[in-house]
């Protein structure tokens, strides 16, 4: 991964010789031409963590996007008849890649929060709004943690880049634990960040070996995933399948078929209009 990109990694060790491996990298890289599972590939092959996979067998796989705003990018979370809770707010405290435990709370309090407004409401009929929950949750030790954390990420949009975040981060890490007069805003939005492909340098990754290193659909398959083979997609385009490929494809060379830790999205030969592409969701 190149010096420019934010990102990290982690390794976990277990009991009866087990140990979970991941990567992490933000998506507001760069170059189009940056595959986040070919990196985590490349990574594994690392001396000092191939070490540790070398001789073992995979028993699992899976991915996800990680909320990674803080509390500068919560929403609004409670609203008529429902409530964000856990990481579909964004609850994650960033700098641990940890956020069951304030998912968990979060939960908690707006159950209590939505039994109470139970208990307040005469019609049935009547939506519930349980604005409680937010305030409950300012008053708990998960706004707490984020508060404290809140300039961790934000800190490496600053024109010191890497090394700027890192002094900051450990600063108030250590030290200042977010008790300063300041809260740092996010830089522009992610897509944004991105560099028309024939501007970018080219990215060349080793193939994968099957030992340490394995190819994407090989590591699909031990996601232990299971649906209808012709289940509709959720997945919809907000500005048409032509803007996909005129901008995506063409400018960014499809950077979401390369970001997509499953292969969901593909950019496909396109059968009437031969010489194009097609955007395909799988």
């Not at 949009?157 to 300041?182: E, I, N, Q």
């Not at 060349?204 to 699909?220: H, M, R, T």
């Amino acid at each position: 991964m190149d010096f420019h990109t934010y990102g990290g990694s982690f390794l976990y060790h277990f009991d009866e010789n087990l140990c979970a491996i991941g990567f992490v990298i933000a998506l507001d890289y760069a170059n189009p031409n940056m595959n986040p599972y070919k990196e985590f590939q490349r990574y594994k092959h690392h001396p000092l963590i191939k070490k540790h996979l070398e001789g073992g067998k995979v028993l699992s796989y899976g991915a996800r996007a990680l909320n990674e705003g803080g509390i500068q990018s919560l929403p609004k979370l409670a609203f008529p008849g429902g409530a964000l809770i856990g990481c579909a707010a964004g609850f994650m405290n960033v700098p641990k890649i940890k956020g069951t435990h304030t998912a968990m709370k979060s939960g908690m309090l707006a159950a209590e929060a939505a039994y109470k407004s139970i208990l307040q409401t005469n019609s049935e009929q009547e939506s519930i709004t349980i604005d409680s929950y937010e305030e409950s949750l300012k008053n708990s030790w998960v706004w707490n943690e984020l508060w404290q954390v809140r300039n961790i990420r934000p800190s490496f949009h600053s024109p010191l880049g890497l090394y700027g975040g890192l002094a900051y981060s450990g600063l108030d890490t250590l030290f200042l634990k977010g008790r300063v007069p300041w809260t740092f805003k996010h830089g522009l939005p992610d897509h944004l960040s991105l560099t028309p492909v024939a501007k970018a340098s080219p990215i060349k990754y080793p193939k994968a070996d099957g030992v340490i290193s394995f190819d994407l659909l090989e590591s699909v398959s031990r996601t232990g995933t299971n649906h209808e083979e012709n289940q509709p997609s959720h997945l919809r385009l907000k500005r048409g399948a032509d803007e996909q490929i005129k901008n995506n494809f063409v400018v960014f060379d499809g950077p979401e078929q390369k970001f997509c830790p499953a292969g969901v999205y593909e950019y496909l030969d396109d059968e009437k209009n031969p010489g194009m592409k097609r955007f395909q969701i799988n």
